[in-house]
């Protein structure tokens, strides 16, 4: 494995356990006790702007070696999701909402995922990436993170909030 990869997968790594800590400190509580609605909103408002994977198809900002089937996947993919996001974001807290809440969420994270699996077996270098190395580096490990959150929210019973407050919160 060229070195460069190791810095990469080190880099992803250090940023969940990073978005992971800010999760846990900042963002869960302040939504847990929220209504579902409220609860999902800044969520779906954040991946509003995955509109910046197109990125990944601009020359210049990255490699021309950039792997094609890697490259329009994640851009085109990021795309749809940024678009799921806003008519989830404007029909909440309707039935409907929800309903397109959960195609957005579970589309956005399969997404992710399919974007790491496209980068293996594409034999995509760090480097080629360019300008756009902070997407899987920074953004991408907060966007799964969030996906994350939005499954749990989704999940919870309402209209209860989304979690009891916690005892430690006195």
Excluded: C, K
């Excluded at 880099?11 to 869960?28: D, K, N």
Aim: charged share 10%; glycine share 8%; hydrophobic share 55%.
């Amino acid at each position: 494995m060229p070195q460069q990869m190791i810095w990469f997968f080190v880099s992803i790594a250090f940023s969940f356990i990073a978005w992971g800590v800010v999760t846990a400190r900042y963002i869960w509580p302040g939504l847990r006790l929220r209504q579902r609605a409220e609860g999902l909103r800044p969520l779906l408002m954040l991946h509003s702007f995955r509109f910046i994977g197109l990125a990944l198809l601009i020359p210049g900002v990255v490699s021309p070696e950039l792997p094609p089937a890697f490259a329009h996947a994640a851009a085109y993919g990021d795309i749809i999701a940024a678009i799921l996001a806003l008519p989830s974001l404007l029909s909440l807290p309707s039935r409907t909402g929800t309903v397109v809440t959960w195609i957005f969420n579970t589309w956005g994270a399969a997404d992710l995922l399919n974007a790491f699996y496209q980068a293996a077996h594409s034999g995509l270098l760090a480097g080629q990436l360019g300008a756009a190395y902070f997407l899987p580096t920074l953004i991408v490990p907060l966007l799964l993170i969030t996906h994350g959150l939005g499954f749990r929210i989704l999940l919870q019973h309402q209209p209860e909030p989304a979690m009891q407050e916690s005892r430690h919160l006195a």
